[in-house]
C-alpha cells in the first residue's frame, strides 16, 4: 500500500524556520520525482518545490527561493523540505506527492504527480 506521511507543520513567528518531513511507504520514494506543495485558504493548491531521482535536481517556486531547501535521503526513504526566513504568506497545508513513473528531473504541476499525503499545517504568525 503506497502512503506518503507529512510531518514537522506546526506555528512559528516570522522569520523562523521549519522542516517538514515526507515519508513514503509501500514503495522506494529514492526512484522517482518528489513535489512539495501547498493550499492557503481560498487559493489552488501551488508547486513550492520539486526534486528529481535521476540526477537530485532541483527546482523552487520564486517566492521561496533563497529560503527554501529540498533534499532527499533514500536511505530513510524521506524527502525534506527545510524552510528558513518564514513569512505570513508561507501559511498554509503543505503537501508531498510523488511520480509514480520514472521520469527525468521535476515538475512543479501538480497533475504530474500521483500519491499524494494528507498535509500538514504550516502557520507564520507573530
Given at each position: 500500500?503506497?502512503?506518503?506521511?507529512?510531518?514537522?507543520?506546526?506555528?512559528?513567528?516570522?522569520?523562523?524556520?521549519?522542516?517538514?518531513?515526507?515519508?513514503?511507504?509501500?514503495?522506494?520514494?529514492?526512484?522517482?520525482?518528489?513535489?512539495?506543495?501547498?493550499?492557503?485558504?481560498?487559493?489552488?493548491?501551488?508547486?513550492?518545490?520539486?526534486?528529481?531521482?535521476?540526477?537530485?535536481?532541483?527546482?523552487?517556486?520564486?517566492?521561496?527561493?533563497?529560503?527554501?531547501t529540498i533534499s532527499?535521503?533514500?536511505?530513510?526513504?524521506?524527502?525534506?523540505?527545510?524552510?528558513?526566513?518564514?513569512?505570513?504568506?508561507?501559511?498554509?497545508?503543505?503537501?508531498?506527492?510523488?511520480?509514480?513513473?520514472?521520469?527525468?528531473?521535476?515538475?512543479?504541476?501538480?497533475?504530474?504527480?500521483?500519491?499524494w499525503g494528507q498535509?500538514?499545517?504550516?502557520?507564520?504568525?507573530?
Amino acid at each position: 500500500q503506497v502512503q506518503l506521511v507529512e510531518s514537522g507543520g506546526g506555528l512559528v513567528q516570522p522569520g523562523g524556520s521549519l522542516r517538514l518531513s515526507c515519508t513514503a511507504s509501500g514503495f522506494t520514494l529514492g526512484y522517482y520525482a518528489i513535489g512539495w506543495f501547498r493550499q492557503a485558504p481560498g487559493k489552488e493548491r501551488e508547486g513550492v518545490s520539486c526534486i528529481s531521482a535521476s540526477d537530485g535536481g532541483t527546482w523552487y517556486t520564486d517566492s521561496v527561493k533563497g529560503r527554501v531547501t529540498i533534499s532527499r535521503d533514500n536511505a530513510l526513504n524521506t524527502v525534506y523540505l527545510q524552510m528558513n526566513n518564514l513569512k505570513p504568506e508561507d501559511t498554509a497545508v503543505y503537501y508531498c506527492a510523488s511520480e509514480s513513473q520514472v521520469h527525468t528531473g521535476c515538475r512543479g504541476t501538480a497533475t504530474s504527480y500521483d500519491y499524494w499525503g494528507q498535509g500538514t499545517q504550516v502557520t507564520v504568525s507573530s
